[in-house]
């Protein structure tokens, strides 16, 4: 089966940084997106990697190792506001019918 | 800005009942998703469609159907709706199926009595 694995929860500390780790069994790897949801809000786009390596964009990187099926997104200098859910997802099929498979999501508490 | 919205936030109905829930996006975008969202789950795919009246089946479409007669809109009907539909609904739109970004709405938020 397709399946992503990433950890249920993490908690951290205001100006800390924090991993968020997810390993994905797919079929099909079209490349490894995070998304952020808060509380009551809807999913927005993070980052996204199609190749190995590093992406930032600002106090959030990615990470992607495809032969070892691994990703992760850091968070750097913690904010309050970065108390949220995080969603790892992988893209299965190129092409039209491609979709995007999520992990169960992580839940980060940012406390003071 | 992308604006995906839904008809509603909250929706409560019984069971049997038929249910209609309305996704609209004003970007001219070609796909657009249906997903439901359930603690410890994440988001798990219903269906998609990537061109007006086309439609293909996502992970869990059983008690599921949609429709898509515009380009903007993107309808989950519940045929007969059950308790263990209960759950959020999310709608997403991108604006190729290649497209490593989609836009989601707000969510329906669906009890079903």
């Known amino acids: 089966g397709q399946s992503l694995e990433q950890p249920s929860e993490v908690t951290a500390v205001e100006g800390a940084i924090v991993q968020i780790n997810c390993t994905y069994q797919t079929s099909g790897f079209y490349g490894l997106s995070w998304y952020q949801q808060h509380d009551g809000g809807a999913p927005t786009f993070l980052s996204y990697n199609a190749l190995d390596g590093l992406e930032e964009t600002g106090r959030f990187s990615s990470f992607l190792s495809r032969s070892d099926s691994y990703g992760y997104l850091l968070l750097q200098e913690l904010q309050m506001k970065d108390s949220a859910s995080y969603f790892c997802a992988v893209r299965d099929r190129g092409g039209n019918t491609g979709k995007l498979i999520f992990g169960q999501g992580t839940t980060l508490q940012v406390k003071p | 800005d992308v604006k995906v919205t839904q008809s509603s936030r909250y929706l409560v109905k019984r069971t049997g009942e038929k249910v209609f829930l309305e996704c609209v996006q004003d970007?001219?975008?070609?796909?657009m998703f249906w997903y439901r969202q359930d603690p410890g789950l994440g988001l798990r795919l219903i269906y998609f469609s990537y061109d007006v009246k086309m439609k293909e089946k996502g992970d869990i479409p059983e008690g599921y159907s949609v429709s898509r007669e515009k380009k903007e809109r993107f309808s989950l009907i519940l045929e007969s709706a059950s308790t263990n539909q209960t759950s959020m609904y999310l709608c997403?739109?991108?604006?190729?199926?290649?497209?490593?970004?989609?836009?989601f709405g707000p969510g329906t938020r669906l009890t079903v009595l």
């Open positions: 970007m001219d975008h070609e796909n």
């Open positions: 997403a739109s991108s604006l190729l199926a290649r497209s490593r970004v989609q836009y």
